[in-house]
């Protein structure tokens, strides 16, 4: 059984990771993962509450300010009791310390004063120093504890207590960076409701909504968020869908219409019946996507990952090379141990260890923000790397609520209507556009047909009343969107549909062609119809009567070409293989064929097409902060490495380069979270497009 909990109290990465490899050595317990940007632990167990137990006890002895807390308790105030208390032992640390510095005084007191200040400054550091060490575990505390029991060694008295000083000033610092990092992501992607009012005998009552039943009546209130999918049943209000979609305007909706959870009533009061479970509605979903995109990281941040387990043990190295170099060239050992010292001090690998998870979490963040839910930091940035875009054409380019324009009958027995209705028989279980818009012009009652059997790209077999029919589409050289309807081999009838193009499809593609991206259509229709929609659209390359095994061929013969990166763009059934081929699978809508949904990398809650040139231009603006924070990181790093190797700077720069780059790192990454793409782009005039 998977359990998920809040983990509070880690200061960086590196004690994340330290902690997470000693509490997987527990008997029980499997595929623990602590996620230090969320705050959050995950493991698997049979027997969740005594490994809970075991694991909490092991945390205190590791980290002993890391507090597990259940989903319930009230976490920001004990944080912020936290870092009062840190700041009141950092004042009187620096008090204390000033006393045994700047005052005269005998030799024991002096001594005394400068340790109570030191243990003041940075009793959390030495303490998981030691007990890290004795594990097996070296990491930045270590670093911190020999830098400053070195320059005490030497005499460095006031340098000792500085670098511990300002090396926790730094933290707190870079924790309030962080936790306003964790903050605004959950602000913006935290849709989750807290109840639902349950309406029976005209009666309202609370509930948790994962207790409210398909079929159930709730009623939502001016203020409340809807807690789960259903149909208007009575009411008219206004809804802010900002949450979900991105979108800022409001709009009505009224008794009849479906609403999705997630959405705020603005004003109004509407009775819902549910029509989903909670765990199957839209906010559900969208949590649970948000929720596991931590898991599926990109190589730039499995890579840095990797390095920092073995970072610290080779910064250690370097430190006593640099020392044996100093002490072998200037024959004084107290100037090659300060010099080695500052190589301690100014390696830490926070910089790199936080900023990068923490800036791609921004990233997803605000994607989430906009309707854009990417799967992980991989997709994300493969997103960022996508030079070639193929669209499915219905439902994706174009509307995909077909009108029917005409139906024939070439059987004398058979009226218009008895077409409309054989063929409802054998679409009535489909979820292509095409099968919703023919049943929704059906006027009789269906009955349950036999043997029904999808064929992908073709139709729907099945038996009825002791005959064998076929809808769907033989003949693919016909200039209209057509669906045929046969018994056996006899052609009885066939009907005409039309669709229409989207209103944003025109804009998104002549966007994609100004990011230099190359956009193909793949579609099933006729060669006529793909090519009148492609030119009004903009697209330069389209192909025609197109399976969805052709689709997947095209993918797989497109991506033999090393340089090119497909995405794929689709929203029905027949869709799931090219969106798990391409090297980017964007389904269109949340609610969509489940199949798709799950075949994709990154989904779109509604069918904006806009938002799939809205997530590279995100994909590429959090790929591009990723890496100035690794190459300003690493180039700050380097150069007061050489400047302490040669003795120009001392170990208080080297703790200002430390924390100070950390920091910076940090503020850079919330650039992620805010960055708005749609301020990029030039106003566009439709009409100029369509010329």
Not at 161 to 184: H, N, P, Q, T, W
Not at 245 to 250: N, V
Not at 299 to 321: A, C, M, N, P, R
Not at 642 to 670: Q, R
Request: hydrophobic share 40%.
């Amino acid at each position: 059984m998977k359990k998920s909990v809040r983990i509070e109290g880690l200061d960086c990465p590196n004690c994340a990771r330290a902690l997470e490899g000693e509490l997987n050595k527990i008997d029980g317990v499997n595929d623990l993962k602590i996620d230090f940007v969320k705050s959050k632990m995950t493991f698997e167990s049979e027997e969740t509450e005594k490994s809970l137990q075991q694991i909490i006890s092991i945390t205190k002895q590791v980290e002993p300010n890391a507090k597990i807390i259940a989903k319930s308790e009230n976490h920001n105030a004990k944080r912020d009791k936290q870092l009062i208390l840190d700041i009141i032992l950092l004042i009187l640390g620096g008090i204390v310390g000033c006393c045994a510095l700047f005052i005269e005084l005998p030799l024991w007191a002096f001594w005394t004063l400068f340790v109570v200040s030191a243990l003041l400054l940075g009793y959390k550091t030495y303490y998981k120093a030691v007990v890290l060490l004795f594990k097996g575990v070296i990491n930045e505390n270590l670093l911190l504890t020999l830098s400053v029991i070195g320059a005490t060694a030497i005499g460095e008295h006031m340098e000792g207590l500085m670098v511990i000083f300002l090396y926790s000033i730094g933290k707190v610092f870079e924790g309030l960076a962080v936790d306003k990092s964790r903050k605004s992501i959950e602000k913006l992607t935290n849709m989750q409701p807290e109840y639902a009012v349950l309406y029976e005998n005209e009666q309202e009552e609370k509930v948790s909504p994962d207790k409210v039943k398909v079929g159930s009546m709730i009623v939502v209130k001016p203020g409340e968020r809807v807690p789960i999918d259903g149909i208007i049943e009575e009411g008219k209000a206004s809804l802010d869908t900002q949450s979900l979609t991105g979108e800022s305007r409001a709009f009505s909706v009224e008794k009849g219409m479906e609403i999705l959870s997630g959405s705020i009533v603005l004003d109004g009061v509407l009775y819902i019946k549910t029509t989903r479970e909670y765990e199957n509605s839209t906010v559900s979903k969208i949590m649970n996507l948000i929720e596991n995109a931590s898991e599926k990281k990109s190589k730039t941040e499995t890579l840095i990952s990797k390095i920092t387990k073995w970072y610290t043990l080779g910064v250690i190295v370097l430190s006593l090379l640099v020392w044996g170099i100093v002490w072998a060239v200037t024959s004084n050992f107290d100037t090659a141990l300060y010099r080695g010292l500052i190589f301690l001090v100014v390696s830490c690998p926070c910089a790199f260890a936080i900023s990068v998870p923490l800036t791609y979490f921004s990233g997803i963040g605000n994607a989430s923000r906009k309707g854009i839910l990417i799967k992980g930091s991989n997709y994300l940035d493969a997103c960022a790397k996508l030079n070639t875009i193929a669209f499915d054409k219905t439902g994706t380019l174009t509307s995909g609520v077909f009108s029917i324009e005409n139906v024939t009958s070439f059987d004398d027995s058979l009226t218009e209507e008895d077409i409309v209705y054989i063929a409802s028989l054998g679409e009535q279980n489909s979820l292509h556009p095409l099968a919703k818009s023919i049943l929704s012009y059906n006027k009789r009652e269906l009955t349950k047909v036999e043997q029904a059997q999808e064929i992908a790209g073709e139709g729907v077999e099945f038996v009825y009343d002791d005959k064998h029919y076929f809808v769907g589409r033989k003949n693919r050289d016909t200039k209209n969107t057509l669906v045929e309807v046969y018994q056996e081999d006899k052609k009885l009838g066939e009907i005409e549909l039309s669709d229409t193009i989207k209103d944003n499809a025109i804009e998104a593609c002549h966007i994609l062609n100004e990011q230099k991206v190359r956009t193909v259509m793949l579609s099933g229709d006729n060669s006529e119809i793909v090519s009148q929609i492609s030119h009004k659209l903009g697209i330069a390359e389209a192909h025609a009567q197109m399976l969805p095994q052709d689709k997947y061929k095209w993918i797989e013969d497109t991506k033999k070409d090393k340089s090119t990166f497909v995405g794929y763009v689709g929203d029905g059934i027949n869709d799931a293989p090219s969106l798990m081929l391409a090297d980017v699978g964007i389904s269109m809508g949340i609610n969509g064929s489940p199949a798709s949904v799950e075949a994709s990398d990154i989904v779109l809650v509604d069918d904006n097409i806009l938002k799939v040139p809205t997530a590279i231009k995100i994909s590429k603006y959090t790929r591009k902060i990723v890496w100035e924070n690794i190459i300003i990181s690493a180039g700050v790093k380097f150069v007061f490495l050489l400047l302490g190797a040669l003795g120009i700077t001392g170990m208080l720069s080297a703790v200002f380069a430390d924390v100070g780059v950390t920091l910076l790192a940090v503020l850079n990454s919330m650039r992620a979270l805010y960055y708005n793409p749609s301020k990029k782009n030039k106003i566009i005039n439709k009409n100029d497009i369509k010329k």
